[in-house]
């Protein structure tokens, strides 16, 4: 196998399909026979990605490729892009607006769990024109 892809559109203004393409991904990833953890840790980056896209950039595209020996999560977004990405990646920094919040979202732990969840992680961002996170989580 090269690679699988699963490519997912994130929709930006339904906080009721938020987490569809985790939910999907999770289960494809059960039917290809990977193991609890690494599908644990592939679900909750993905999760946390597809929120943010929904929260801050009207949503955007997820592509999850899977390889033999890791498998790879690209989001991409064109929303208002990251000011301050050394800044947004501190736990409990948000901008989420306060609508956002009393939903339970917003709390600031999505970059950082992207992080703690995956082996790699870059963020390319541009103000004003979005933002591409590729994630690697090594099999």
Do not use: W
């Not at 901008?95 to 969840?117: C, E, H, Q, V, W």
């Amino acid at each position: 196998m090269d690679k699988v892809n699963f490519h997912f559109d994130i929709d930006g203004d339904n906080f009721t399909s938020a987490g569809e393409a985790s939910v999907r991904i999770k289960k494809m990833l059960r039917e290809m026979g990977f193991t609890p953890e690494i599908i644990r840790r592939v679900s909750v980056a993905m999760y946390e990605g597809e929120i943010n896209m929904v929260i801050h950039a009207n949503g955007g595209d997820a592509d999850v490729n899977v390889y033999c020996d890791r498998i790879e999560i690209i989001l991409s977004d064109r929303g208002p892009g990251i000011p301050n990405i050394e800044l947004a990646m501190q736990e409990g920094y948000s901008t989420a607006p306060d609508n956002i919040r009393s939903l339970g979202f917003g709390a600031g732990m999505g970059l950082p769990n992207m992080k703690r969840y995956t082996d790699d992680m870059t963020i390319e961002s541009e103000v004003g024109k979005g933002t591409t996170i590729t994630m690697t989580v090594n099999v």
